[in-house]
């Protein structure tokens, strides 16, 4: 996970809505915070990957991104997340600038658009 000044964090998350415009918005979001955008592989219609790189002093920011795409992240993603941003924390006068690059794989959960209490279905996510 930490090599040297950098992490380097393999994530995995679902998401229900579409996979490729999911990573689509994930490519404004992740250049709008400040990030960098490597790579994007749409690899089937339920199947995408997409690799960025930011600062670790916007490690929250980019958590935040995450889960306001509506991405549902494993367990040990959010673990992986948390405990970047918990040490980041701690640590920011020192570690503010070291880079962290992330490998993110999602795919579409297969179930249907979520529905809010009462039975209200969530907008979809802006593309």
Known sequence: MNRD?????NLSAGCRDDA????????????ACGGCVLSRRFE????VAIEFA????????????MIAAGLEL???SHHTMATLCQC?????????GD????ALTIRRTGEGPRQEPGGVTSPPQAA
């Open 99 to 102: 880079a962290v690059r992330v």
């Open 5 to 9: 000044a950098g992490w380097e964090l």
């Open 20 to 31: 490729p415009r999911t990573v689509r918005f994930l490519t404004g979001a992740v250049m």
């Open 88 to 96: 980041t924390r701690q640590t920011l006068e020192a570690t503010a």
């Open 74 to 76: 494993t367990a040990q």
């Open 44 to 47: 089937t219609a339920d199947s």
């Open 54 to 65: 930011f600062v670790r002093a916007m490690c929250v920011e980019m958590y935040g991104v």
